[in-house]
């Protein structure tokens, strides 16, 4: 059992952390300094003499280029067959990463979370933070986390390879990772631990605006096709509309020019890390019943809310905004799956 610690400027709770680690049980410690700096050798220097390894980075990378590092180093060890990551500023006790450890050895090949449930005092920013992940993450993916951002997450060996090829070295290397678990195979399962905030989690690197940005733009990366295909069918429908003056002719072949774009984009590049990932012979019959199944809700929307009075610029865009979210996750659950 190995623990990796991934570190950016921490202070004296990380020796704590590790102290009280050693003193309960006898898992090996990777620390990864994440270009602390000279300022904090010290703090280094007292984990490693309490039996710690520690690796440097030069720079600041981001926590999922130090956790990477860790697991590149791991899979040249013999005796790691299951590994925990934890944070370094005392939000996970030693009894919690002892549940996740056990946790591991009775689930293997499984993402093993250990979540909070935010009860108590808690800053108002984390609850706010994880709760919107959640239910985004819950939306697009299908699947209900309770703690979206936990750094306290249990892996076996044999997952490296798959660690190590997510991408992302920021934090949202920890939401890509659960965003992909399910098409690499692997469930995740839940560990409830304790909530633990000091000092209102002022030591956190975890700016609540800039880095929940990125999470969200690396969960929002899969809609960009969409958008694109809508702004180009919303283009289509408009010149073919007064081409032809035929609103219904305008729909479908504005919809059938759109989709052919989405189509390839989504297979291509936005739910598959390869192109030859997905079979065509069973994505695009699903994609083409999913397109005339929206086409005709689309041709019925739009016309009641014409015959309303609705200019066709307003009308398509409630439209649209209608039938985006259940078109993506058709996709994501069903079509591209």
Request: aromatic share 12%; glycine share 6%.
């Amino acid at each position: 059992m190995i623990v990796i610690i991934p570190a950016y400027e921490p202070d004296e709770k990380l020796i704590k952390l590790v102290s009280d680690l050693k003193s309960k049980c006898n898992f090996k410690l990777l620390i990864i300094d994440d270009g602390s700096g000279e300022k904090y050798e010290s703090i280094f220097d007292k984990v490693s003499n309490l039996g710690a390894s520690v690796y440097h980075h030069n720079e600041n990378k981001g926590k999922g280029a130090a956790l990477k590092t860790a697991f590149s180093i791991i899979k040249n060890f013999d005796d790691a067959e299951e590994i925990i990551t934890a944070d370094c500023d005392g939000q996970h006790t030693p009894m919690d990463i002892i549940k996740i450890a056990q946790c591991i050895k009775n689930n293997k090949n499984k993402l093993i979370l250990g979540v909070r449930y935010f009860t108590g005092k808690v800053p108002f920013r984390s609850i706010l933070g994880n709760k919107l992940t959640s239910r985004i993450f819950e939306l697009i993916n299908g699947e209900k986390i309770s703690d979206t951002q936990t750094g306290l997450r249990g892996f076996s060996k044999s997952m490296i390879p798959w660690l190590c090829s997510i991408k992302g070295n920021g934090y949202e290397y920890e939401m890509n990772m659960l965003l992909e678990s399910e098409k690499y195979g692997y469930d995740i399962k839940e560990v409830p631990i304790e909530t633990v905030y000091i000092e209102n989690n002022t030591s956190s690197h975890f700016n609540p605006l800039i880095d929940s940005l990125r999470i969200y733009f690396q969960i929002l990366k899969y809609s960009m096709s969409s958008i694109l295909s809508g702004i180009l069918d919303f283009i289509f429908l408009l010149i073919i509309k007064a081409l032809t003056s035929n609103l219904l002719l305008s729909v479908v072949s504005a919809r059938f020019l759109s989709s052919s774009f989405n189509y390839v984009m989504n297979k291509n590049y936005v739910f598959s890390r390869n192109k030859e990932e997905f079979n065509t012979t069973l994505s695009l019959p699903r994609y083409i019943f999913l397109v005339i199944t929206v086409l005709i809700f689309n041709y019925i929307i739009l016309d009641y809310l014409c015959s309303l009075g609705v200019s066709l610029v307003i009308a398509k865009i409630l439209t649209e905004c209608t039938l985006f979210i259940f078109s993506f996750v058709v996709q994501k659950r069903f079509v591209f799956k």
